[in-house]
């Protein structure tokens, strides 16, 4: 099969194309025929050589943990999905090739109204905007803040009954903050004073998924440190006695997404489609930090 891999660390350029057998699903698992492929900010830092590899992985590797594929081999001992299943699912690494094997619970029916781009993208951000704001109970009459992983967390807190949701966003992404159903506010130097102004009420938990400093940002803006969760600062989230995001990422979790996802509550913004062999351009636009929604490599 075909597949890119990260050969060493290094810019964009590294990403290679390779030839590789094709995976065989063991006990409990299923191969996936991937038809699309998120291309994530984690995977980006990955290629840089920025967090180190868990577990037994090493170079070269095969990045994407998200996917939407159909279900084309099932593993002994494995109850289903049957083959020819249509799925979205995740897994650690093996998602930039034409087939991934991941245990058979990481895998959803996909929806059939559901684009096949919008499926390979939908689970991380979808799973990331959900572990976050489960551990800050973001709920009815709250009002959040939401920073980052903004295009799916301001609208699964809508969903969830926030009844004002601000989203942090540079200038040119502030009317699609706004079509999303959220006030959007400039991130940056003097974000407290914005956010005070804008809703002088308060504002009751926060997400934020940039950096230290606009993490601390938010927790001067909730003033309750148990209210505020970081997608990224782990460090700095520990040492302000932060939750910690109510992982881990499973079915159910992606499942309850999907069901928002088809009852019109939780969009996907495509911010670009690329071909898998080019996923050196996704990984360039990644790389510049800044974006609307999700960039997806295709097969
Ligand atoms: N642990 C998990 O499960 C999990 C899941 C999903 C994501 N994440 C992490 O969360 C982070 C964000 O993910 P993403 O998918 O949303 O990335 P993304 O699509 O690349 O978006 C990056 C965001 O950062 C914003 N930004 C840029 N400069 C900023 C600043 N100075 N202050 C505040 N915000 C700024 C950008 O806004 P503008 O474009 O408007 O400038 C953009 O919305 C990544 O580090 C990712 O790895 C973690």
Redesign the pocket.
């Known amino acids: 099969m075909y597949a890119m891999t990260i050969p060493r660390f290094g810019p964009p350029e590294v990403l290679t194309t390779v030839e590789l057998p094709v995976p065989e699903p063991g006990p409990g698992q299923v191969r996936i025929r991937v038809a699309a492929a998120g291309a994530?900010?984690?995977d980006a830092?990955v290629r840089r050589g920025e967090l180190p590899l868990p577990g037994t992985f090493a170079l070269p590797l095969v990045p994407g943990n998200e996917f939407a594929g159909t279900v084309d081999a099932v593993g002994p001992d494995t109850g289903g999905p049957e083959p020819g299943t249509e799925v979205l699912g995740f897994g650690t690494f093996g998602a930039y090739a034409e087939y991934v094997v991941v245990p058979a619970d990481q895998v959803v029916p996909k929806p059939a109204a559901m684009p096949w781009e919008v499926a390979g993208g939908f689970s991380?951000?979808a799973?990331?905007?959900h572990?976050?704001l489960s551990a800050v109970g973001v709920g009815p009459g709250d009002n959040s803040a939401a920073?980052?992983?903004?295009?799916v967390a301001v609208q699964l807190a809508r969903a969830w009954g926030a009844a004002v949701v601000l989203g942090?966003?540079?200038?040119?992404?502030h009317d699609h903050v706004r079509e999303l159903g959220a006030v959007p506010v400039l991130?940056?130097e003097g974000m407290v004073e914005r956010v005070r102004a804008l809703a002088p009420q308060g504002v009751d938990a926060a997400l934020d998924?940039?950096?230290d400093d606009?993490l601390r940002q938010a927790v001067e803006i909730v003033g309750d440190p148990r209210r505020v969760v970081s997608?990224?600062s782990h460090g700095t989230a520990r040492e302000l006695g932060l939750p910690k995001?109510a992982?881990p990422?499973s079915a159910a979790r992606l499942a309850e997404m999907v069901d928002l996802y088809e009852r019109g509550l939780v969009r996907v913004h495509l911010?670009r489609t690329v071909p898998l062999r080019d996923a050196a351009l996704a990984h360039r636009d990644?790389d510049t930090?800044?974006?609307?929604?999700?960039?997806v490599l295709t097969l």
């Open positions: 994530l900010p984690i830092r991380a951000q799973q990331g905007a572990m976050a920073g980052g992983l903004g295009t942090s966003a540079g200038e040119r992404n991130y940056g998924s940039f950096d606009s997608m990224v995001p992982g990422r911010r990644l930090g800044h974006g609307r929604g999700k960039i």
